[in-house]
Every structure is written in structure tokens, then in C-alpha cells.
């Protein structure tokens, strides 16, 4: 309020404030009646036409200052008072702060006529109110402050600082303070500020910088083309404000009284220096924003540039057909100097302005205020639209799909639908913090609580660096769920969506059936067939530059969006950044378009369509435009998505029926053999097992097609060994390791044997995780072992070949890790293989046939060609018809795979079979190496112990 200093009130004085401050209406209204009362009996306000209010500090006995919640406190609470410590911005425009407070003025003593005539009436008053006696000096007690404001909001469309040289600074200082008073009075969101400053490029209103960037657009605007823009925005606003809001007559007040949750904020045109960068078009759209921007909730604060006001009365500026006095004319104009203020004509002394707070105040007060913007902008409970218990999992998906996403502008529940009328496809866009990615987990999370999975499948794709969708593996209608998705994995989806096509049709097809889309199939064949909709966020990350992924991608996307919509087939497409080039066809089949807070018209046109800028009336997070009229202005609603926090949608996802995506791909994590369902039930399934499960599978990893894991399927055969090059020494380890588990899982223990030549040091971590495989069948050799091993190997190759060996004899693996850091392998001379070489290429050469594999793995070609003479073995290679090549160099690449690849992602391998006519690589994610304590339980189960793996889980 305003300081009331008190020593030692007497007892019945006392009394008389703690009465009054019990009562419920304890707030400064009572004592402004009083105030109101005294200033009509001298009719101050009607001669000076600003208005006055004299108020006591609640710096009383007992007196709770958190009780100060009126708006209208903030907008005339000096600085220094200490209720600012308390600030909390008001939650409603009940009491809008129609009066701005800029300074006040101090009786200095008796002498100030005017102040104590003033004074001694508010007395009077008081003494009879409270029945005090006039020995009851109060006056005494009271260093009397009286506040100045200017009418403003609902009052004055317009205010001007006279912008004097004398008094230009003093009014701009005043200026700002005023703004921020204004802001802090205004619920959080309910004001959005365009600053012009075209003298100052910005420096005259630095201070709105430290705001909350929703409450301004952009920076300080100051050239002449930027600030028609926004006095054109402005227009507009008014305009579709007058069209679509208020078609009735009512006020913007009532209006955002009943659509609390869509209000429209008041805009502020800030205007430093006017009518400097102002010529005909710009005053043109400033009278009618003056005229009738007040109705709409627009409002112009500015300071006066008189020079350029001067120069503009000279005759040469006449033939201009909007003069800028004639907006001053209407205006509410200030001067302002630290001890002088004129109002209308009416000059005051004793009067002290308004400043800034310092900057610690500044930034607690901005603080407290960032918050609760953040907090209103989620306040839309995901609780109002969320699909109650008893109709869960009951919806009907044969003519569409629809589901409740927020509130609209006439506070009606606003629905997603797809299916019908035309709308089968939705694009979404929007700014970093706009809402999107709330309304995506909306749009599942509801879609999933009310249609089962036989009725609606989802496949879930995310180009993104985080994982929106990670929680939604457990859900039972995503058949793929993508994070961090590979481009090549995204062009995979679109070619499945295509093949549903191609199946769906044959289904409509069938005899009996002749069914034109896919609800007249339910009805004839009496059958449930699932809608499937594909949501791929920032999608596009997979259509952009001139590849052949984006040249594909594109293409797919044209014939999905055309043909898909008969087959139940829907496509949304989500990004922060949409270019519409190359993407027209598509974006002419998209039906549905939503679009949150962007950043310009172009942006808002590129979501919705030509023409159509309504995006960037939007202001709060949460706040898009929903438009089903393929991008027409007339179909636009604005509308308010509800809030669904992270905890709440966990709980969802809970009470959904038992279940998991089909298919996970995460892009840029490593591939976890854990995970591989098929493995994991051999492996528990091992203890009964009596007999050769062939062909033998070996998995290496997951699969960047929407497939199983890869593996290699090892039989009896020519070459059926295994080479792995390139890539990190981990890397290999891993796929050997899984190669290892998965062979070990297929043969009971009498049917195969298992050695592993360890050629890395003791602590590496492959090693270690080799070593936790404790079981019968499974020995371990040296470097030195691994000479007399191999000598032995290729002597029980002579004897099978020599002998005709049964094919049910023991299957012999030896995986032989870091091959050429093998040294005892090594040639002597370059002529002439050593002993344990030239038992290594016959093992590689013949044993496959009889039963005995190897799996080597090698740093580069180079250096493995070392450990032959060339001149006898130049193709070794050629004995290994599964090659895995890791992050390596193209030429290897090219030697083992004969394809023109420069390089593979550090993250990915590729596997070739060259038993394969087509010749086809496959790229894939490499299994890694498992954590020690679930290969420590893993060797137990394979160990035939009765301890057993949980589910292949830690």
C-alpha cells in the first residue's frame, strides 16, 4: 500500500485496526470508500482528471500482508513497500488494474494547501467511521504519501509521455515502470507487449528483455518495415477479435471471464520516440488501432519525440493525409520531471516519480512471475478430457477414429478425428516449447485408453535425439516403436505401410467380400480389421536433402497419403521445422492440420496452408490452431490441448492389458542380446534339450529393417565360417560372444564343443565376459595352446574327411578373437605359411564340411594378411562365407562385401553371405557385450545348474 509510519498509537486507535483488520473484507478497499468519499466532496478528480488515492501501510500490529491478492495492489504499490516480498501475480482478471501508478506526490508541511485540505477530510472521515475523538491525533502519526496514477486499462486506449527534452529520460524511466507495474498486475500470459524503439534500436527498453519472452514478440523493433508489420498484426487481431469472439457486443473482459482457459490476452504497443519511422501507411493503421483497439484488448504506451513531431507540422509534411497530432488529440498525455508533473494542464509540485526497483527485485519479481507463467500454461488438467474407466478399450474404429484432445474457444470439448469427411491425415507443427510434443503423448494416450489393440495399431517413429516414446514399449498397440530412428529404418516403416496396402487390398478383394474401403470390409466379411496410424515426429529429418532415402521416402509418403485412407492406413507427420517444397503433394492430401506457436507468418502458412497466418495469434504453450478443412482460414479453431505429465501418463500406461511393441529399433543404442525373445527361450528351455536344433542359428544383432534379429544360419557346408573386421575390439567381442550363447544354446552338451583363443589382455572387458561362461563343454586356450589346438583341429579334419565321419558327431566352434595379434601364426618367411598358419587355412578351408567352424575377428584386412604368404594364400578370405564388417575403411568394405560403401556408421555393421545368389548386405545394429552379473547367472543356466536366469534380465 503506501507508508504509514505509526510510533505509539493510542489503546483505542490500536483496537480500532486490529477490529478492522479481522473483518473478511480487510483489504485497501474499505479505507478507499472513505478515500472516494473525501475526494468527491472536493471534486479533485473531476478538475484534474487524475486520480488520487491515499492509503495506509499495512505495517500494523497482527496484519497478515498476505491477504494483499486484489490486482489492483500491485498496479499503485510503491516499490519500497514490503508486500512486494509477498508478491503473487493474481490467477484472474476480476480486478484488472484499470489505474497505472507512476510516482505520488509528498505534503512536505502544513503549507501544501491543496494535500492538506485533502488530508484533513480523509481524517474527518476516519475519526467518525471508527468513532475516534480529535485528541486522538492520528494526523500526527501519518507521514502522508499520496500515490498518481493514470487511467488505463478500460479507461484509455492510448497514453503518451510528452517526451520533452527536459523531460525525455525522467518519462522514459517512468515508462518502463509503469509497463512492468502492468505486467506483474495481469495474470500470467494475459499480456503480450510489441516494442518499437526506431531511434534507440532497443536501448530505451532493455529492462523487457529480462521478461519471459511469451510476453513480447522478438526483440525491439526499429526499422520502418518491421513496425508496419506489427501495427498490421495488430489490425488484424482487432479485427478477427471483433468477428469471431465477440460477435455479440460483449467486452473482452466478460469474454475471458467465460473462456478462462482460451482468454485473450491485452496486447501493449510500445511506442519510443513516436511518430519517428512513421509515414502515411503506419499512422493509417495506428488511428485504427487507437480508435478501436481498446474494445479488443489493444492498448498504445508511448513517449513523444517532439522534433520529429515539429518537423511533421511544417508545411511540407501537410499533403500526408494522417497527421500524428491528430492520435495525440485522443490521447492521455504526462509530463513528467522528478519534481514537477503536468497532467491536461494541470500542473502539480511535489512530485517524486516512479523508478525501476533495482535490479534484485527486478529479477525475484520476474522469477516468481516465469514460474507461475509456467504453471498456468499446464494448467488444463489432462482429468477434464481423459477417457473415463467405463469406456475404456470400447471404441469402434470401423467408420474412423476420434478422440478428445482439449477445449475450444466456446469452452466445448474439442475431438481428433480421422476417417471421415475427408480427414485422414494430420500435420502438426510448431515451435521448440509450443506444446507439441504434449499433445502427441495426448493423442496416444487417449487413442490407446479407448480403442483395444485389435481395433487401432500404432507404429511410433521418433527422429528426435531424446526418447518421447520410450515409455510406450509396454503398449500393446504399438506394433514398431522407433527412437532416435535411423532414416534407413524410417524408409523401411513407409515400405510396410506400403505391403499393408498390398494385403489389405487382396482381403477387399476376396470373393464374396468386394469391399471399396475398410469399414464396408467389417461389415461384409463380419471381421475386425485394425486402423494403423503412423506418427512419425520431426519427420522431416527422413524426407529432407537430395539422397535416395529422402527421394523414396517422399515418394512412399505420396502414395501412402493417396491410397491409405480406403485401407484404414492414417499418417501423421510432426516437426518443429517444415519445409513444404518438395513435400506439396503430400501436404495437398493432409486433411488435418494443427498448428502450436510459431515463430512467423510463413511458418503459420506452412503448417496450415496459403493464406493462413492464424498460428501466430497463438501465445501459451498448449495453445494451437485445429483446422479439418484441409488448411481453409474459415475451418480454423483455436483451441487449448490439455496437460498430461510424465507421472500421470506412467499411470496410464499401467492399467493397459499386458503387452509390447512388436518391433523396438533404438537408433542410437546399442543393440542388447538380452533382449532377444527367441534366445532368451532357448536358453531357458536348454536344460531339456535332447537334440541338434539345425540349421544352428548365430545372432549377431537387431535387425535396421523391421525384421527379427539377424543371426547366421551355420550348417555342414563349404566356408561356413565367419570373419568380422573392422570396428572397436568390444564391438566384435560382443557379436562373438552372442554367436557363442546362441550356438550353446542349440546343442546339448555331448553335440558340440566350444574353444576360445584369448589373444586380449586378461582385463579386457570381451574376455572377462568370455570367462563368466563357466560350462563342461567350453575350454579356453592361450596364444601358445592355441598352436597345438589348431595342429589338432586340422588332423581331425584329415580324420572326418578320411573316415566319413557321422554328421552327428560333436560340431566343433573356435572363435579366435584379435586374430592378427596372433604372432605365433605368423609366416617366418614370406614364402612359406608357419605351421600354425598353414593349420589354419586347411581348418578354414575343410573343416566347415565335416562339422568344425571358425569365427575370427580382425582389426583390418591389412594387417590379418600379414600372419600368410601371400604368394601361396593370396585368397584366404574366400574360405569365410559370412562376413561382418564394423566401422572400417571402404576398401575393406569393398573386398568383402563388394559394395561401394565409403564408410558405416560407428553404430551399425554389415553382414554379407556369399553362399547368397542375390548378393544382398544387410545392415544391422551389433550386439554388445552383456553386463558381467547376467553373464555370471547366464553361465549358471547353461551350466545346467538349477539356478536360473530371470527372462534374460539382471
Not at 486506449?157 to 518502463?176: D, H
Not at 471404441?395 to 484432445?405: D, L, M, Q
Request: hydrophobic letters at 40%; proline letters at 4%.
Amino acid at each position: 500500500m503506501t507508508n504509514l509510519v505509526i510510533n505509539e498509537l493510542p489503546p483505542k486507535i490500536t483496537a480500532v485496526w486490529e477490529e478492522f483488520s479481522k473483518e473478511e473484507t480487510t483489504d485497501s478497499r474499505a479505507v478507499y470508500a472513505v478515500i472516494a468519499r473525501a475526494w468527491r466532496k472536493l471534486e479533485i478528480m473531476r478538475r484534474a482528471r487524475v486520480r488520487y488515492y491515499a492509503t495506509f501501510l499495512r505495517e500494523l500490529a497482527d496484519y497478515n500482508t498476505q491477504r494483499l491478492e486484489d490486482a489492483q495492489h500491485w498496479s499503485f504499490l510503491p516499490w519500497d513497500d514490503g508486500a512486494w516480498n509477498e508478491y503473487i501475480p493474481p490467477e484472474s482478471m476480476d480486478s484488472a488494474p484499470t489505474d497505472l501508478r507512476i510516482g505520488e506526490l509528498r505534503a512536505k508541511d502544513e503549507s501544501d494547501k491543496e494535500l492538506s485540505t485533502l488530508r484533513s477530510e480523509i481524517l474527518f472521515l476516519l475519526r467518525r467511521q471508527y468513532s475516534l475523538k480529535s485528541e486522538d491525533n492520528l494526523f500526527a502519526k501519518i507521514d502522508f504519501r499520496l500515490p498518481i496514477l493514470f487511467p488505463f486499462l478500460t479507461q484509455k486506449s492510448t497514453v503518451f509521455f510528452s517526451g520533452k527534452k527536459e523531460t525525455r529520460a525522467n518519462e522514459i524511466s517512468l515508462l518502463q515502470s509503469a509497463l512492468f507495474r502492468f505486467v506483474l498486475s495481469c495474470p500470467p500470459g494475459r499480456v503480450k507487449m510489441i516494442l518499437c524503439d526506431p531511434i534507440g534500436m532497443g536501448q530505451n527498453i532493455t529492462a523487457f528483455t529480462r521478461l519471459p519472452k511469451e510476453l513480447y514478440f522478438d526483440k525491439a523493433l526499429y526499422r520502418r518495415q518491421d513496425i508496419d508489420d506489427k501495427l498490421a498484426y495488430l489490425e488484424e487481431f482487432i479485427s478477427d477479435t471483433f468477428q469471431k469472439k465477440l460477435q455479440d457486443g460483449t467486452s473482452i473482459e466478460e469474454y475471458n471471464r467465460r473462456n478462462a482457459s482460451l482468454a485473450i490476452p491485452y496486447h501493449v504497443l510500445v511506442l519510443i520516440d513516436y511518430p519517428s519511422e512513421m509515414g502515411d501507411s503506419e499512422l493509417a493503421r495506428l488511428t485504427n488501432i487507437t480508435r478501436n483497439g481498446m474494445k479488443a484488448g489493444v492498448y498504445v504506451l508511448g513517449t513523444v519525440n517532439q522534433d520529429e513531431l515539429h518537423k511533421r507540422q511544417n508545411a511540407k509534411y501537410r499533403s500526408e493525409k494522417f497527421y500524428p497530432e491528430n492520435i495525440l488529440d485522443d490521447a492521455h498525455t504526462i509530463t513528467a520531471r522528478p519534481d514537477y508533473l503536468e497532467n491536461d494542464g494541470k500542473s502539480f509540485s511535489s512530485f517524486v516519480p516512479d523508478k525501476l526497483p533495482n535490479l534484485e527485485m527486478i529479477n525475484s519479481l520476474v522469477s516468481v512471475f516465469s514460474n507461475k507463467l509456467l504453471e498456468s500454461s499446464l494448467s488444463l488438467s489432462f482429468d477434464a478430457i481423459a477417457i473415463p474407466p467405463e469406456k475404456r478399450f470400447t471404441g469402434n474404429s470401423a467408420t474412423g477414429i476420434e478422440v478428445p484432445i482439449g477445449f475450444n474457444e466456446q469452452g466445448d470439448i474439442q475431438y481428433f478425428s480421422l476417417g471421415q469427411s475427408g480427414a485422414h491425415h494430420a500435420l502438426v507443427g510448431g515451435i521448440t516449447g509450443s506444446g507439441k510434443s504434449n499433445f502427441l503423448h495426448i493423442l496416444i494416450t487417449q487413442m490407446a485408453l479407448l480403442y483395444s489393440e485389435s481395433e487401432l495399431q500404432m507404429y511410433l517413429i521418433d527422429f528426435k535425439e531424446g526418447v518421447e516414446f520410450k515409455l510406450y514399449q509396454n503398449l500393446p498397440h504399438a506394433q514398431i516403436l522407433a527412437l532416435q530412428s535411423d532414416r534407413n529404418f524410417g524408409l523401411q516403416v513407409l515400405r510396410n505401410m506400403q505391403q499393408q496396402i498390398t494385403s489389405r487390398s487382396n482381403l477387399f478383394k476376396e470373393k464374396e467380400i468386394d469391399a471399396s474401403n475398410i469399414a464396408e470390409y467389417r461389415e461384409k466379411s463380419g471381421k475386425q480389421l485394425p486402423r494403423i496410424i503412423l506418427l512419425m515426429d520431426e519427420f522431416q529429418q527422413l524426407v529432407e536433402g537430395n539422397d535416395d532415402i529422402a527421394g523414396e521416402a517422399t515418394e512412399l509418403l505420396k502414395d501412402l497419403v493417396k491410397r491409405g485412407r480406403s485401407f484404414g492406413l492414417h499418417i501423421l507427420l510432426s516437426s518443429q521445422k517444415i519445409s513444404s517444397a518438395q513435400l506439396k503433394d503430400i501436404y495437398e492430401q493432409i486433411g488435418i492440420r494443427i498448428a502450436f506457436k510459431v515463430a512467423s507468418r510463413d511458418a503459420s502458412e506452412t503448417i496450415l496452408g496459403e493464406r493462413n497466418t492464424g498460428a501466430v495469434e497463438l501465445e501459451k504453450a498448449g495453445e494451437a490452431i485445429y483446422n479439418d478443412k484441409l488448411g481453409r482460414p474459415e475451418g480454423n479453431v483455436r483451441l487449448r490441448v490439455a496437460f498430461l505429465d510424465n507421472e500421470k501418463r506412467q499411470r496410464l500406461i499401467g492399467i493397459f492389458p499386458q503387452g509390447s511393441a512388436k518391433f523396438v529399433f533404438n537408433g542410437h543404442e546399442p543393440a542388447q542380446w538380452e533382449n532377444n525373445q527367441e534366445l532368451i527361450q532357448l536358453l531357458q528351455g536348454r536344460k531339456k534339450l535332447n537334440r541338434v536344433l539345425q540349421p544352428a542359428r548365430a545372432w549377431v544383432g537387431e535387425s535396421l529393417e523391421i525384421k527379427p534379429p539377424v543371426f547366421i544360419s551355420i550348417e555342414r557346408e563349404s566356408r561356413a565360417n565367419v570373419l568380422l573386421a573392422g570396428g572397436k575390439g568390444e564391438q566384435a567381442g560382443g557379436v562373438l560372444l552372442s554367436m557363442l550363447v546362441s550356438l550353446i544354446a542349440q546343442y546339448p552338451a555331448d553335440k558340440a564343443k566350444f574353444h576360445v583363443a584369448e589373444f586380449r589382455p586378461p582385463q579386457d572387458k570381451a574376455s572377462k565376459a568370455f570367462r563368466a561362461l563357466d560350462i563342461p563343454n567350453l575350454t579356453f586356450v592361450n596364444s601358445r595352446q592355441a598352436v597345438t589346438l589348431l595342429s589338432e583341429l586340422a588332423q581331425e579334419v584329415e580324420d572326418r574327411l578320411q573316415n566319413d565321419i557321422p554328421e552327428d558327431d560333436p560340431e566343433i566352434f573356435v572363435f579366435l578373437p584379435n586374430f592378427p595379434k596372433w604372432r605365433d601364426i605368423k609366416p617366418e618367411r614370406t614364402y612359406e605359411n608357419s605351421e600354425a598358419g598353414q593349420a589354419f587355412l586347411k581348418v578354414a578351408r575343410e573343416g566347415p564340411e565335416v562339422g568344425i567352424h571358425l569365427l575370427i575377428s580382425l582389426d583390418t584386412l591389412e594387417n590379418a594378411a600379414g600372419a600368410f604368404a601371400t604368394s601361396s594364400q593370396p585368397n584366404w578370405t574366400n574360405s569365410f562365407s559370412f562376413r561382418i564388417l564394423f566401422h572400417t575403411n571402404a576398401d575393406d568394405v569393398y573386398e568383402l562385401t563388394r559394395v561401394r560403401k565409403t564408410s558405416i556408421g560407428s553404430a551399425f555393421a554389415l553382414l554379407r553371405d556369399e553362399a547368397e545368389e542375390s548378393g544382398e548386405v544387410h545392415q544391422f545394429r551389433p550386439y554388445v557385450v552383456p553386463h558381467e552379473e547376467w553373464l555370471q547367472s547366464l553361465g549358471l543356466v547353461l551350466g545346467n545348474s538349477d539356478s536360473v536366469a530371470q527372462d534374460g534380465k539382471e
